[in-house]
């Protein structure tokens, strides 16, 4: 399983941004695909999840309201619909894969099993 995230950028605090996750590879129906960050000198922390199927998602209480994980069945890319940005929301942002789909465990970043290179996400004030 291979991940790559993209669409990252240089936006100002309020504005949106899409990211992208292009998922290749044997996926089962059982993955649970998650987005993370890290800002400099922070650890890397849950931002969100959906399951493979995209019927369940989950959000990190500080974007809640605010982003949107959604996958798209035709190309099999999960996005990450960013809304309001706030400067606090610079970071790199990662896109992984858990095969055992375990919702109980997925804000855990050791959970997951697969990941992608990140991309920057820059708010400016």
């Known amino acids: 399983v291979q991940l790559q995230a993209s669409g990252g950028g240089l936006v100002q605090a309020g504005d949106s941004l899409r990211l992208n996750c292009g998922v290749s590879?044997?996926?089962?129906?059982?993955?649970?695909v998650a987005w993370f960050r890290q800002a400099p000198g922070k650890e890397r922390s849950f931002v969100a999840a959906?399951?493979?199927?995209?019927?369940?998602?989950y959000y990190a209480d500080s974007v809640k309201g605010r982003f949107i994980v959604s996958r798209d069945n035709t190309s099999s890319a999960v996005y990450l619909q960013m809304n309001s940005l706030r400067p606090e929301d610079t970071a790199n942002y990662f896109c992984?894969?858990?095969?055992?789909?375990?919702?109980?465990?997925?804000?855990?970043?050791?959970?997951?099993?697969?990941w992608g290179r990140g991309t920057q996400v820059t708010v400016s004030s």
């Open positions: 992984a894969a858990d095969r055992t789909g375990n919702y109980r465990i997925m804000r855990i970043r050791t959970a997951y099993q697969y």
């Open positions: 959906t399951t493979w199927t995209g019927t369940r998602t």
């Open positions: 590879g044997r996926i089962l129906g059982t993955y649970t």
